[in-house]
């Protein structure tokens, strides 16, 4: 009797261990956090042991285990005890099993998908050591940046760049009624640390994300509140540190979140300090920084550079913060609140500070006002199945956005300052409707709304005194916008998929004109286009891995207040004047691809045709009568943003990797594209031949990656006309034109997993301290930088 009672008092704490389950990573044998297990619209989440309470699943056939980064599994209860209530989970391969929101705000499939998605390496983020998100872009070897000043990163997608393509946070998009068609900057103002995933369509997205996708989409995602799955509440956190020895870089990041059951919290702050940024010492000596310009006493003064390598006025800083709110009440509500806020100090306009006129210095100052980005999200997702879908999710939308220039030429005393601001309203409404296993129905609206407030002063640097000047755009204007979209997927087979869409847009812009400053023959604006676009795809799987995407589609860009109200300088000599008789302009894709997606191998081919109709770009034009004004003290030529041109790019991405011997890994790509103008004059945003080469090994808690990056040149010839009229940023060829040089780096990472909390990485870029500027940048390219990370989550 004692035997029996002793073996019952030993069973019982084995029984209720036996209830709680581990899930574990096959390679590594580190815990899962975040696996979904769900049975009959159940749902439970790991903690960031990798476990969790079986209990409620107990006796069930079917349990589903779902994570974004591994290989979905489907078990029984007898299996799970069976394995002693130890789940190991499959990494999916990149190459073969990924899952992309971007292209139609579901997850789905890139199987199914007929465009080429770019994946950013969020999940390795401290290892890629990105100093800002548009440093991540340019990581992935297939997005080319342009940088006018260190504070700054002008994505170029297939041939188009700024307003031309599209950013979305949270499945909001950023661009507002002034993104210019000149370059952006906009994108550093989301924190890379903050991403939880972040995806990139090159080509044109119009269908899913209206005006502006011309030539792609990036798609970024904030890190997710996550609940507790069990009555003790959830805590984690991330933090990073970093130092960069070429611009003196420091950068601290931590986020944590808190769940219960039905609410959970995420905060994520970020500071980052740049100083100036150090060019490399081997190459080019027109690059270098010989003197700039300070106040001493009160007076402008031509300071004689300690060091010509250094970058002097390029320095910044900036703080993003974002906190998130998450209630789910049931397992068919999910509501979500986000705010997001990102702030920069002053930022230099380098490439302005650099210009010389009469062999001297043109500026004193010029510079952008701290960039100020806020965002109040609110996403309301059911998950209730009706007739008429399987789920829906409702966002509503505030953002301001604040902006400004100022630019004060060499000894003078007045320094000019126009200040931008801009509230955007938006309201969007999306639903999937499965109506079978093989077909579905993605559909939606939405509503946009941007007031823009635009001001101007003159102010006396000496006494402060100040008086009104011309704004940039016309203040208190609107662009208003309204759309609706079907998107329809369906199986021919278990290969072959279809993916068609149509999405029709109304846009509405209003703009008085101040006739206080210029004299414009006419006093208002008002521009009222609709817009038409529509895809057509197909992809083609086979049973040993091919895959064969074709697709064609449309996309258009409705002008905006920057477009068709502004008045600005493009370069010395030339003035922009407004033009209210712009229409939309229209694009027209194509795109073929051919991949092979095995777990140890990777090869795409990708070859892309795009007609731009009806193309907005800047063409002479008369001033009430006139072809050239006095604007800023200097007679300068007239010109607008006209409806005249068209414009054919086309080009070609090949991609491969392969790993092997277990640990190592080689992976390349390049990207090639080619544009002209109906005259057959290059297009100013196509970038010169670019790629990168990585060879990398992994080996349990240590990793190292070696690469390459590189650029074809882009001769006198072949560069755009508003480009030649920017020689100071240019090298001078031998018969003494300006001309982008090709150029190429060297690179190293390494990364040590020193505990479960902490990780150090540690890398030299540029490791033969090449001095490069890439083309159509204000600013020369990092020299050589040691990077040291200490990185970890608790």
Not at 206 to 214: L, T
Not at 333 to 359: C, G, K, M
Not at 659 to 675: D, E, R
């Amino acid at each position: 009797m004692n035997k029996i009672l002793l073996l019952l008092l030993t069973a019982l704490p084995l029984s209720i261990i036996a209830q709680t389950v581990k899930v574990i990573d096959y390679e590594t044998n580190k815990p899962i956090e975040y696996v979904t297990i769900s049975i009959n619209d159940n749902f439970i989440t790991t903690d960031k042991n990798g476990e969790f309470d079986i209990s409620v699943f107990k006796h069930k056939k079917h349990v589903e285990f779902l994570h974004i980064s591994y290989k979905k599994e489907i078990i029984s209860y007898q299996e799970i005890e069976n394995a002693n209530y130890v789940i190991y989970l499959k990494k999916i391969s990149k190459q073969i099993d990924q899952i992309t929101i971007a292209a139609n705000r579901w997850e789905q499939e890139l199987s199914e998908v007929p465009v080429k998605i770019t994946f950013l390496d969020v999940e390795n983020l401290a290892r890629t050591n990105p100093q800002t998100t548009a440093d991540l872009l340019a990581s992935s070897g297939e997005i080319f940046i342009q940088k006018s000043q260190l504070g700054g990163g002008s994505p170029m997608i297939r041939g188009f760049a700024a307003n031309r393509i599209l950013i979305v946070v949270d499945g909001v998009r950023m661009n507002n009624a002034i993104y210019r068609s000149g370059n952006l900057q906009n994108v550093i103002a989301i924190d890379p640390n903050s991403l939880q995933q972040a995806e990139v369509i090159l080509g044109p997205g119009s269908v899913i994300y209206g005006s502006d996708a011309i030539g792609g989409v990036m798609d970024f995602h904030t890190k997710i509140a996550q609940l507790s799955h069990n009555k003790k509440t959830r805590f984690a956190a991330n933090y990073l540190t970093r130092y960069s020895s070429v611009n003196q870089e420091k950068t601290g990041h931590l986020d944590f979140s808190i769940g219960l059951q039905k609410i959970a919290t995420l905060t994520s702050i970020s500071y980052s300090d740049f100083g100036d940024l150090k060019m490399g010492t081997i190459g080019n000596e027109e690059y270098i920084r010989p003197e700039y310009v300070d106040i001493i006493n009160g007076k402008d003064s031509v300071i004689q550079n300690s060091n010509y390598n250094i970058q002097k006025k390029s320095s910044y800083n900036q703080l993003n913060f974002l906190q998130k709110v998450r209630f789910k009440p049931n397992k068919y509500w999910d509501i979500n609140y986000a705010f997001h806020y990102s702030e920069s100090s002053d930022i230099p306009r380098y490439d302005r500070l650099t210009q010389y006129r009469d062999d001297k210095l043109k500026y004193a100052q010029w510079y952008y006002g701290p960039q100020k980005w806020l965002m109040n999200n609110l996403s309301i997702k059911n998950q209730k199945e009706t007739v008429f879908f399987n789920e829906s999710k409702l966002t509503l939308v505030y953002q301001d956005y604040t902006e400004s220039r100022n630019d004060r030429k060499f000894d003078k005393d007045e320094i000019r300052k126009r200040t931008e601001n801009v509230k955007i309203a938006t309201v969007n409404i999306d639903f999937d409707k499965e109506f079978s296993e093989n077909t579905s129905l993605f559909y939606g609206a939405e509503a946009i709304h941007n007031i823009v407030y635009s001001k101007g002063i003159l102010e006396n640097i000496n006494n402060g005194e100040s008086e009104n000047y011309a704004s940039r755009y016309p203040d208190n204007s609107t662009y208003s916008s309204a759309s609706a979209y079907l998107q329809f997927k369906h199986h021919f087979t278990k290969k072959l998929t279809l993916n068609s869409g149509i999405r029709y847009s109304y846009v509405i812009l209003e703009a008085d004109l101040d006739t206080t400053f210029y004299q414009f023959p006419f006093t208002k604006i008002e521009n009222k286009t609709g817009a038409l676009s529509g895809s057509v795809g197909f992809a083609y799987s086979t049973e040993k891995n091919w895959q064969f995407n074709l697709n064609f589609a449309t996309g258009f860009r409705a002008p905006n207040i920057d477009d068709v109200g502004k008045v600005f300088d493009s370069e010395p000599g030339m003035v922009v004047v407004p033009n209210p008789n712009l229409k939309p302009e229209y694009v027209y894709s194509s795109e073929f691809s051919i991949a092979k997606r095995e777990e140890n191998l990777f090869f795409e081919v990708v070859a892309f045709y795009s007609f731009l109709d009806n193309a907005m770009v800047r063409g002479d034009f008369d001033f009430d009568g006139q072809d050239s004004i006095y604007y800023d003290g200097t007679l300068s030529k007239v010109e607008s943003l006209v409806n005249t041109d068209e414009a054919v790019v086309y080009g070609g991405q090949i991609a491969a990797s392969v790993n092997f011997l277990k640990y190592l890994k080689l992976k390349t790509n390049y990207t090639y594209t080619k544009g002209y103008d109906k005259e057959g004059n290059p297009l100013r945003h196509v970038s010169p031949s670019f790629g990168s080469t990585h060879f990398s090994v992994k080996y349990k808690k240590i990793f190292a990656d070696f690469y390459s990056q590189y650029n074809s040149e882009i001769s006198f010839e072949n560069l755009a006309g508003g480009e030649a009229d920017k020689p100071h940023i240019y090298a001078t060829d031998k018969n003494g034109n300006p001309y982008s040089p090709s150029w190429w780096t060297l690179n190293i990472r390494t990364s040590v997993e020193v505990k479960k909390y902490l990780t150090i990485n540690i890398g030299v870029e540029n490791i033969l301290d090449h001095r490069y500027r890439p083309y159509s940048s204000g600013i020369v390219a990092p020299g050589r930088n040691f990077i040291f990370t200490i990185a970890g989550k608790i």
